[in-house]
């Protein structure tokens, strides 16, 4: 069977692709139809528009220290499927706001 590239519309990434703060991330995943799984070979995530990490088609999550969001900072997260044809357009971004820094000290500290 020849591989065909598939439309990157079939990515989705399975937590909301609106603006999301978070303390800490574990992991991002994202959807593939099942039945389409043969025709990838795996999945490339992008962080910031650079090439963070790519895992097999058996895979469809990848660690946030693997792909460097285990640090604070506002990161957009898209993914495309690839194989011998290519590789497909970008998904929808998800964007992240990871903070994983402790707040100042209060100030101006006062008795009654």
Known sequence: MTKTLLAAALIMASVSASAQTIKSCAGISWDYPEESLPLIDGFTVYVNGAIAGSVPSSQQNIGCSDVGLDTSGIFVVTVTAYN????????DPLSLSVVTTAPAAPTGLTAN
């Open 84 to 91: 011998a044809a290519g590789e497909s357009p970008k998904s």
